[in-house]
């Protein structure tokens, strides 16, 4: 089948190449020409394991291409909507700006019987209004949410554990030839689910606000832990047996960030407000709130370890993506522990695998060093905000020993040893951890 994809960004552009993947003949669109110059390419303008790959070899077939000319959509049987909903810089609510130029671009471009499938994260109700928008030109719009993870986008978008297609009353039609789009998740039994709009739109903001709920519960724990004495790792081992409960995302920590859960969370409850029913959701402030405290904690063990002080102290920050296997710094817990102990005084050096270009063009000031071993070079304190195996499981702590001031660690994601790191002679900070 011949596909368009609009806004060739994270969700865009890996959905266009494994689209490509699995047989379909693609064009990914953007206005972009930067991007779109690096996709056509095949280079990723973000890293993504896997991705280079597929961009690689849907260019050499020629089922995959990318272009700036939106014309370029004319004559495709499904046009996928994948572009951002952003925060509103004056407010909570989710920024549609992107999502209604990309379907007012698009209609002079469609056809009868064509399908325009929204997959970017809206507020409910915002497919029912597009909707009236496409109805003019003969063609049908559904709803399609994505359920990306950073990191393991390519298998999610290739293999996911689920797809949702919001219709309606009539769009069975429609929902069928999303069937025939998924062919390969289909055939071997993935859950295909055909609801309505609304519980289309529903259904990732939901998702994602319970995903967020989940975190904050474990560091609200966490909060107790730190003034009871108790071990909120191993509190959280203990209630994850229970089915009900489940271990993942029990890890406390300083807490999530990136460009969906917060962003998610805080337009879902403006929308609630705008439909009255704002009490319905209104834990999910105070799910934000705790979120935001682990990063204000993270900093107090750094002072607290270090004297009081960190004036003119060497502090190594080993991560700058809010996330292991991701370049992305968008609201990154692990760069704003950073910027604010540069705040504090401390002489601040920032090391990533793969986020550091990105984390200086945002944040300049700070002292970047890609190579590990030369970051915590000299330093009086490291703390760990992104739980990279390069941190995790291929740094030792009597190694690290050799190259550090100050024997002072703070597991800001508790994903150390913190019996080996003492046994090496560290002072071992946890969170929520005695």
């Known amino acids: 089948m011949r596909l368009s994809v609009i806004g060739c960004g994270y969700l865009g552009a890996v959905h266009a190449a494994a689209m490509a993947s699995i047989g379909h003949d693609v064009v990914g669109i953007d206005v972009d020409e930067s991007k779109i110059a690096s996709l056509s390419r095949g280079e990723a303008p973000f890293f993504e394991p896997g991705l280079p790959e597929l961009l690689t070899e849907g260019i050499a077939s020629g089922r995959l291409r990318f272009t700036t000319d939106m014309a370029e959509a004319q004559g495709a049987k499904v046009h996928f909507i994948g572009v951002g909903t952003p925060q509103q810089k004056d407010?909570?609510?989710?920024?549609?700006?992107?999502?209604?130029?990309?379907?007012?671009a698009?209609?002079?471009?469609?056809s009868e019987g064509d399908v325009v499938a929204g997959?970017?994260?809206?507020?409910?109700?915002?497919?029912?209004?597009l909707a009236e928008r496409v109805a003019p030109t003969g063609a049908t719009l559904v709803w399609n949410p994505e359920f990306l993870r950073e990191g393991f986008a390519v298998k999610d978008t290739i293999d996911p554990d689920r797809m949702v297609v919001g219709v309606r009353e009539d769009g069975e039609r429609v929902a069928d030839i999303l069937r025939e789009v998924y062919h390969p998740s289909v055939a071997?039994?993935?859950?295909?689910?055909?609801?309505?709009?609304?519980?289309?739109?529903?259904?990732k903001v939901a998702a994602n606000a319970f995903l967020a709920t989940k975190i904050s519960f474990i560091n609200a724990m966490a909060e107790i832990a730190e003034v009871t004495g108790a071990d909120v790792t191993t509190l959280a081992d203990a209630i994850g047996h229970d089915a009900r409960i489940g271990r993942r995302f029990l890890g406390a920590g300083i807490g999530f960030g990136g460009g969906c859960l917060p962003k998610d969370i805080r337009a879902f409850a403006a929308r609630a407000e705008e439909l009255g029913r704002g009490e319905s959701i209104a834990f999910l402030r105070e799910v934000d709130a705790i979120n935001m405290r682990r990063r204000d904690r993270a900093v107090d063990l750094v002072v607290s370890a270090l004297g009081g002080s960190v004036f003119k102290k060497n502090v190594t920050v080993l991560g700058a993506a809010f996330k292991?296997?991701?370049?992305?710094?968008?609201?990154s817990p692990a760069l704003d522990v950073?910027?604010?102990?540069?705040?504090?005084?401390?002489?601040?050096?920032?090391?990533?695998?793969?986020?550091i270009e990105n984390a200086r063009e945002r944040h300049p000031q700070l002292n970047y060093v890609a190579d590990r071993d030369e970051a915590l070079r000299g330093a009086d304190a490291v703390i760990v905000v992104t739980e990279w195996d390069e941190y995790r499981r291929q740094m030792s702590p009597e190694h690290a020993a050799s190259l550090v001031s100050g024997r002072v660690i703070v597991d800001g994601r508790n994903c150390l040893d913190a019996a080996a790191w003492r046994a090496a002679g560290w002072e071992y900070y946890g969170m929520g951890r005695p």
């Open 119 to 129: 997959k970017s994260t809206v507020p409910v109700g915002t497919a029912a209004t």
């Open 106 to 110: 698009l209609i002079p471009y469609l």
């Open 91 to 104: 407010g909570s609510a989710a920024d549609l700006t992107y999502v209604n130029a990309a379907v007012d």
């Open 188 to 203: 071997k039994g993935t859950p295909f689910i055909v609801t309505d709009y609304a519980t289309a739109e529903l259904v």
């Open 338 to 355: 950073a910027v604010r102990l540069h705040g504090l005084g401390a002489w601040v050096t920032i090391t990533d695998p793969e986020a």
């Open 324 to 331: 292991p296997h991701s370049d992305d710094i968008r609201d």
